[in-house]
DNA sequence: TGATATAGGACTAAACTAGTCCTATATCAG
DNA sequence: CTGATATAGGACTAGTTTAGTCCTATATCA
């Protein structure tokens, strides 16, 4: 359904570290510790992250990672944007009009208007929640509030 | 993002026309031809789509497919269920305790939970949306107005 | 100067997807 | 009864994507 590679999971689980301690620069071999993830794979998406500007980097001895800006401005579309490029919608449509059935087609809009939608929701989740540093656990009000709105609550 | 394989929209195409034509009763011959969808593929999609129950079909000669049930009641959760299996949510914690960092992590289940909203708001887009048949050309009211709700509607 | 870190990218193995094809079975016309 | 038409099921292949490792270059500082 929604499909989040491992990378992206593992990109969360890293950021939440940082987030955790904002004021504290971790290099990569102390993150793999702490998280138990593989260290090559570790230093992976942490480039990516720095590639895609969510943390900031320094070199060097000493040197390591850290958020590049509150948690709070970070959101997890942001997150699922730097791991899994823009956005691989339906296939059809992303490049150019690739697809052969197009005209007769008329599904591939609706699905891309679903995509949005959902693509619009995660940008109002961030980096404070999905590390559940926020008093609330997770907080999916928005989301979940359509649901309610829109179909009886049910019980 | 929400990654839509494309099976899943062959499927929208070719449910989106029986739904144009419940009474009929449509050959998978006859789909291949109007869709433009290379013959087997079809073929393969509509025996998927048989098991989960979404279509109907006739063996034999003068056989074909037809809706299972009313567009109104096939829902985008359960195409997509149908086609891609249960719900590929994030990896980690879909089967059983694979991932070894689980007790540090935290972080799936906050994916899962954006995953289960997702889901749920699926289940409120039929056929008929996708299709277009209904009045208006798709309407995501629900999950839109969660937005509107959560953030002042801009412009 | 050398140890420590990140930056970037090449590379491989495994998993998944899309698509085709083959065989079996049900239905019905003649 | 026989043969033509359709679906049912599943095996199989090629192509793509993902996950993960490794190597080389560069920056920082004791
Ligand atoms: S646009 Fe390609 S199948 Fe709809
Ligand atoms: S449970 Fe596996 S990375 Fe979070």
Chains 1, 2 share one sequence.
Not at 63 to 75: C, E, F, K, N, V
Not at 82 to 98: D, F, R, T
């Amino acid at each position: 359904m929604l499909r989040i590679s491992k990378m992206t999971d593992y990109a969360t689980v890293l950021l939440a570290r940082l987030a955790a301690a904002p004021e504290r620069q971790l290099t990569a071999a102390q993150l793999s510790a702490v998280t138990h993830l593989a260290a090559p794979t570790v230093s992976k998406v942490l480039k990516q992250l720095h590639r895609r500007g969510l943390v900031s980097s320094t070199l060097g001895l000493r040197g390591g990672y850290r958020l590049a800006r509150p948690a709070a401005q970070i959101t997890a579309a942001q997150i699922l944007d730097a791991l899994e490029g823009p956005m691989a919608l339906i296939e059809c449509a992303s490049h150019s009009h690739q697809c052969s059935i197009e005209s007769t087609c008329g599904v591939g809009r609706a699905w891309q208007r679903v995509n949005l939608a959902i693509h619009r929701s995660l940008q109002e989740i961030t980096l404070v929640e999905l590390a559940g540093l926020g008093g609330e656990p997770v907080r999916f009000a928005a989301l979940e509030r359509a649901l309610r709105g829109g179909r009886a609550e049910r019980a």
